[in-house]
């Protein structure tokens, strides 16, 4: 895949770094293990080491590499137990953040959710896998972001960063189409039915349907490493 430097020659150069680096790790260019050596980077993105350094500490940071003799870094090899908690911690955020922007009647919100969702429909026949990871991204970034709490739009944020690299190591998202359409539609019913508890339980539902089918996938692809303890 080349790199046009161009799209790197902006300030801060170290977060065009970082978000290029980031991508590649939830897109799969980098596997879970894989050492990514700060000189080699520097060379391959044709920018001095030091932006690379501090791109490299970011992502650290989202617990997407780790630190390892080199000196280094390697994708960090999520566990089966990360799993199970980064879903039960997204069950309890988004369920709050469901509850809450059902009281507060956000219909500007909830019309922009059911547009995604149309664009979603869309999109399952024709198989576009990235636009539809983007697609239910915003459908969930939009019903956090309705919550209107602040602090719960930038705990999401920073865990959205960690599930969709977990996300992308397992699951198809293709072959849930129909059951992800359903229950993104009963999130938007209860929504708009004002009741906070059953736009709670609806997002609950749904996250753990997406848990149980990345988890059964992420298991038959990662097998017995995941046993183990994290890296």
Do not use: C
């Not at 700060?38 to 501090?54: H, N, Q, W, Y």
């Not at 922007?101 to 019309?111: F, M, P, Q």
């Not at 293709?174 to 229950?183: P, Y």
């Amino acid at each position: 895949m080349p790199v046009t430097p161009a799209i790197l020659h902006s300030d801060p150069l170290y977060v065009k770094v970082y978000s290029l680096l980031r991508d590649w790790i939830i897109e799969g260019r980098f596997h879970p293990g894989e050492r990514m050596k700060e000189t080699a980077l520097a060379a391959e993105l044709g920018v001095s080491r030091t932006p690379v350094r501090d791109a490299l500490r970011r992502l650290e940071k989202d617990h997407l590499i780790v630190s390892v003799p080199g000196p280094a870094y390697e994708v960090y090899s999520p566990t089966e137990q990360d799993l199970a908690d980064l879903f039960g911690a997204r069950a309890v955020l988004e369920g709050g953040a469901a509850h809450a922007a059902a009281e507060r009647h956000s219909g500007a919100a909830i019309h922009d959710m059911a547009i995604v969702l149309e664009q979603m429909r869309e999109a399952y026949p024709r198989r576009r896998i990235k636009l539809l990871l983007e697609l239910d991204t915003r459908f969930h970034d939009l019903m956090v972001a309705a919550s209107g709490n602040t602090v719960l739009v930038e705990l999401h944020n920073h865990l959205s960063t960690r599930l969709r690299h977990i996300r992308s190591l397992g699951g198809d998202i293709i072959e849930r189409q129909v059951q992800v359409l359903e229950q993104h539609t009963a999130i938007i019913e209860a929504l708009r039915s004002g009741s906070g508890i059953a736009a709670e339980e609806a997002v609950r539902v749904h996250i753990f349907s997406v848990y149980r089918a990345s988890r059964e996938a992420f298991l038959e692809r990662s097998g017995p490493r995941l046993q183990g303890d994290k890296a």
